[in-house]
């Protein structure tokens, strides 16, 4: 059974940087899609950044330029270093994995049947 586990979340100043990591455990698809969603308090999720298993990253427009998604594969975790952080960043961050890697081809969310219990990152001005 597929694990996520995030981690990483804190409150920051404006300006500052955090790297945020999702553990993954009982992993062992070869095509796949990993994504971060964060969700701000009074609003819906949204998509933050995916990489799938050849190594393609996308980014939303909000964070492109200040977010990076990377994974070691090693260590089976996934990361997301969040740079020059505003406070319209301030959220509940998740990650979640589709088996089939159709999400990060334009497909349905609805195909990220795992989801870890998110972290919180808070910025300040």
């Known amino acids: 059974q597929v694990q996520l586990v995030e981690s990483g979340g804190s409150s920051v100043q404006a300006g500052e940087s955090l790297t945020l990591s999702c553990s993954t455990t009982g992993f062992t698809y070869n095509a796949y899609c990993l994504g971060w969603f964060r969700q701000a308090p009074g609003k819906e999720r949204e998509g933050v950044a995916a990489?799938?298993?050849?190594?393609?990253?996308t980014y939303s427009d909000a964070v492109k330029g200040r977010f990076t998604i990377s994974r070691d594969n090693a260590k089976n975790t996934l990361y997301l270093q969040l740079n020059s952080l505003k406070p319209e960043d301030t959220a509940m961050y998740y990650c979640?994995?589709?088996?089939?890697?159709?999400?990060?081809?334009?497909?349905?969310?609805?195909?990220?049947?795992?989801w870890g219990q998110g972290t919180l990152v808070t910025v300040s001005s």
């Open positions: 979640a994995l589709d088996p089939g890697g159709t999400y990060c081809s334009g497909g349905d969310v609805n195909a990220l049947d795992a």
């Open positions: 990489l799938d298993s050849e190594g393609l990253k």
